[in-house]
């Protein structure tokens, strides 16, 4: 059975850091590229980051870059995010997502294979 179980989520005040992980079983992690999606309420899901297990390339969007950073321990199959000087504005519920990818990779929505069901951030000014 393929699951995606992210943790790592909590209420934070602006500035301060989080760290959440994406635990992945049942499929064959290095094959797969790992994005970071985040829905604030109110508002469409958004793909931010993500990591393609097989070589480590990566893709920020704007909105975080600087401030966020994904990476990846294959050995425990597992997808880190490491949110920096969070903002109001990060508040949201984060999920992780897998698609079938080795390089390259881009957090589309529509791509994705597999969803994680997410941990919500809240980020108090």
């Known amino acids: 059975e393929v699951q995606l179980v992210e943790s790592g989520g909590g209420l934070v005040q602006a500035g301060e850091s989080l760290r959440l992980s994406c635990a992945a079983s049942?499929?064959?992690?290095?094959?797969?590229?790992i994005g970071w999606f985040r829905q604030a309420p109110g508002k469409e899901r958004e793909g931010v980051l993500c990591?393609?297990?097989?070589?480590?390339?990566?893709y920020y969007t704007d909105s975080v870059r600087g401030r966020f950073t994904i990476s990846t321990d294959n050995a425990k199959k597992t997808v880190y995010l490491q949110m920096n000087s969070l903002r109001p504005e990060d508040t949201a519920v984060y999920y992780c997502?897998?698609?079938?990818?080795?390089?390259?990779?881009?957090?589309?929505?529509?791509?994705?294979?597999?969803w994680g069901k997410g941990t919500l951030v809240t980020v108090s000014s």
């Open positions: 990591i393609s297990s097989r070589d480590g390339s990566t």
């Open positions: 997502a897998a698609v079938l990818r080795h390089t390259n990779c881009y957090p589309d929505y529509y791509g994705m294979d597999y």
């Open positions: 049942g499929f064959t992690f290095r094959d797969y590229a």
